[in-house]
């Protein structure tokens, strides 16, 4: 089976700091962009452009044309809390009675988690004519404006050209949607604050980047394709977007093999045309010190089962698993836990995958069966690692692994690579391009492999900022935030404006 090109990790959605992906390298960066979809090059291109970017935009995309939808549109909230509230008694918490979190309780775990934002999901999902994005518990991070489409702020997550999952005949992308509940938005307002000035004067420290207890972060993931373009989509929640038309949107690039409605195929590359987009996947993270005292956090990912009991789409988003740790004493490097699909090992302690999860959702799991979610890609293909080419793809940093990248400054990759920014290798005998990672098991790949505080920033150094394994913060908003700063203090820069020019 023919897995994605070197995939993306969970709550990413990077892009490489513009600080460091000098000018000189721009053929170079592309190139990696290219080969990894995540890779977003928004930052960095407005950056060469001397483009001004302004941290409160919705969309940098126009409205879509009444006629075409005449619904409501995405609102940024960012009038952040300046504290989090008081912590009532919380389910998941009584699940494992303030202790820890086992893989025995796992399942609870995250049906306690489910239950407590399902309605608020459903009514996001449901009726969005009545979400009251001012009133509702949910905020979103600031200077994603630029990469946003304007009806529900989706931003691109991956693309999956065809083959990378079973059943897959067409490529597709992911657009992903992340929110943070009111615990959560009290450390973007610590970070960004609420204004212009503090949002261009950010609170980069570890004492202010720290999550409060309690505090509660979900992302959606929709694909580009309808469950009559990949049969595991059948019966999922569609939801429209107004976007341009992705070069991993196989539904709408070929429109005469889709059989998906608003497939995008009205758009272009430089066009946005109403695009419909569909549940896959649902992750929920929650700060929880007692539950996970190595990390401080449990990640869990909720995926779409189209054969699961219920009355809808919802009700069929089923756990994937949970995480709290990477279990760094257990070292695999046998092929079973190297090469996707890999085989779950029972002996990981801070990890539980559902066994009875769909097939698709299992083919992207991380090294030796850590959880990563089927948008979340821990396998990398192909991939170089030590003297070892892996044509049939390298099962990498799942979930944790990825985010304990987070920090500032950005000094590491979300996968296990050799270098920052990482680098691409020909394949033997031919010029196809592959991430180049460490050897699997090896001190370096180790690195990705900790169970460390969210203090602790992956790269040691005085200057260090650890962030608290929030990858939206560390690869998205901070290099934008690095890029309007630096066009900011070039001669005869102009200021970004919140409002569009109109005839």
Not at 438 to 452: L, V, Y
């Amino acid at each position: 089976m023919k897995k994605h090109a070197l995939g993306i990790a969970s709550f990413v959605m990077a892009a490489a700091s513009p600080g460091i992906w000098a000018s000189e390298e721009a053929t170079h960066d592309e190139d990696i962009a290219s080969e990894a979809p995540f890779l977003t090059m928004t930052a960095q291109n407005l950056k060469l452009a001397d483009s001004p970017i302004h941290p409160f935009i919705n969309s940098a995309l126009p409205d879509p044309p009444q006629d075409v939808y005449s619904g409501p549109l995405f609102q940024l909230r960012h009038d952040y809390p300046e504290d989090p509230p008081s912590t009532p008694t919380l389910p998941w918490k009584e699940v494992t009675n303030n202790g820890r979190i086992t893989t025995e309780n796992s399942l609870e775990y995250v049906d306690a988690l489910k239950q407590y934002v399902s309605d608020d999901m459903r009514q996001l999902l449901y009726n969005y004519e009545q979400w009251n994005p001012s009133e509702e518990p949910w905020w979103e991070s600031i200077w994603l404006g630029s990469e946003r489409e304007p009806i529900h702020g989706f931003y691109v997550g991956s693309g999956f050209p065809a083959g990378t999952l079973p059943e897959q005949d067409l490529d597709f992308t992911t657009y992903v949607l992340t929110l943070y509940d009111e615990a959560a938005a009290a450390t973007l307002g610590n970070i960004w604050g609420t204004t212009l000035e503090s949002a261009h004067n950010p609170n980069l420290n570890t004492a202010d980047a720290q999550y409060a207890e309690g505090s509660v972060i979900v992302k959606f993931a929709f694909v580009t394709t309808c469950g009559a373009d990949w049969a595991p989509m059948d019966g999922t929640v569609s939801w429209p977007i107004y976007s341009t038309l992705n070069e991993s949107n196989g539904s709408g690039n070929n429109p005469q093999a889709s059989n998906c409605p608003n497939n995008g195929s009205e758009g272009s590359p430089t066009d946005p045309a109403l695009t419909n987009v569909y549940l896959m996947q649902f992750d929920i993270i929650v700060k929880d010190s007692q539950a996970a005292p190595e990390t401080g956090w449990v990640f869990s990912t909720l995926v779409y089962d189209k054969n699961a009991p219920g009355d809808d789409a919802w009700d069929k988003m089923i756990p994937l698993g949970a995480t709290w740790g990477n279990d760094p004493d257990i070292v695999n490097t046998s092929s079973s836990a190297l090469t996707p699909p890999v085989t779950v090992n029972t002996d990981l302690e801070q990890n539980w995958i559902n066994p009875d999860s769909p097939a698709y959702a299992t083919a992207t799991l991380g090294w030796d069966g850590r959880l990563s979610g089927p948008n979340d890609g821990a396998v990398v293909t192909p991939a170089w690692a030590g003297s070892h080419y892996y044509p049939e793809g390298l099962a990498s940093a799942g979930c944790l692994g990825c985010h304990s990248s987070a920090q500032y400054q950005q000094k590491s990759f979300l996968l296990p690579s050799t270098t920052y920014p990482p680098r691409t290798s020909n394949a033997p005998g031919s010029g196809a391009k592959a991430l180049v990672l460490n050897e699997p098991g090896s001190e370096a790949w180790m690195k990705w492999f900790q169970s460390r505080p969210g203090t602790d920033a992956m790269d040691p150094g005085a200057e260090q900022v650890g962030l608290d394994y929030d990858m939206v913060t560390s690869f998205k908003a901070i290099p934008m935030w690095q890029a309007a700063m630096e066009n900011m203090q070039k001669d005869d820069a102009e200021n970004a404006s919140l409002e569009r020019v109109t005839n």
